[in-house]
């Protein structure tokens, strides 16, 4: 096995590993992408129940707007975290896809 075989199969199995992460990546941005459109849903239904309880002709409200105010908080806390998560993951992605193409290009320069 010549030197340039033994680089061919390495950059290949690198490339596997890459193109593995890539859609593990892939799968992470989907998913959380469903999860912030479930936060941002839950806030708007919050922010509704919110001004609901605030209401003076609210007949009939079993939470008191301060417990409300005080959730709303947590999920919009809860939705920046997860937009600094997403922005990680996006990041992360971006070099992965930036090493799979030069893991490539420099299996195509051996071929």
């Not at 609210?58 to 417990?67: G, H, S």
């Not at 105010?69 to 992605?93: M, P, S």
């Amino acid at each position: 096995m010549t030197h340039d075989d033994e680089n061919r199969r390495w950059l290949q199995g690198e490339l596997d590993s890459t193109l593995s992460k890539i859609e593990d990546l892939n799968g992470q941005v989907e998913a959380l992408a469903v999860a912030a459109q479930d936060l941002e849903l839950r806030e708007h239904r919050l922010q509704l129940s919110l001004e609901a309880s605030c209401h003076p002709r609210t007949l009939y409200n079993d939470r008191k707007p301060a417990d409300i105010a005080i959730e709303l908080g947590q999920v919009r806390a809860g939705i920046d975290e997860l937009a600094r998560f997403q922005r990680d993951v996006a990041r992360n992605l971006r070099l992965t896809k930036d090493r799979q193409r030069s893991l490539q290009q420099d299996l195509d320069r051996l071929a």
